[in-house]
Nanobody, 125 residues
Framework: QVHLVESGGGWVQPGGSLRLSCASS????????IGWFRQAPGKEREFVAY????????YYADSVKDRFTISRDNDEDTVYLQMNSLKLEDTANYSC??????????????????WGQGTQVTVSS
């Protein structure tokens, strides 16, 4: 069982930065793949970023590529999402998720088994 808790959300002006954290309490976190997803009001949940268990393989949605960076510290059982150059359209509730190692496409939310409660990110002037 993996319990995930997100933090670091808040309000920021366009062009600003935030760093989200996804902390885990549970066994074997180090062996799990982690994905970040977001959902804005009235919209479907969408994939944001992924990192494999070693932290070597990373994938990003086109909409955040070159602005967001995912990383993990397995000693601290934490995954981070550094978000720079934030835009109005980045406003959403951001959730991290975990899944066992597998070959399934990383952008499909249904392939993830564990989810955090989410943290709200609001970008506005």
């Amino acid at each position: 069982q993996v319990h995930l808790v997100e933090s670091g959300g808040g309000w920021v002006q366009p062009g600003g930065s935030l760093r989200l954290s996804c902390a885990s309490s549970g066994d074997y976190f180090k062996s799990y793949e982690i994905g970040w997803f977001r959902q804005a009001p009235g919209k479907e949940r969408e994939f944001v970023a992924y990192i494999n268990w070693r932290g070597r393989d990373k994938y990003y949605a086109d909409s955040v590529k070159d602005r967001f960076t995912i990383s993990r510290d397995n000693d601290e059982d934490t995954v981070y999402l550094q978000m720079n150059s934030l835009k109005l359209e980045d406003t959403a509730n951001y959730s991290c998720s975990a899944r066992a190692r597998q070959r399934s496409p990383v952008q499909y939310a249904t392939t993830y088994d564990y989810w955090g409660q989410g943290t709200q990110v609001t970008v506005s002037s």
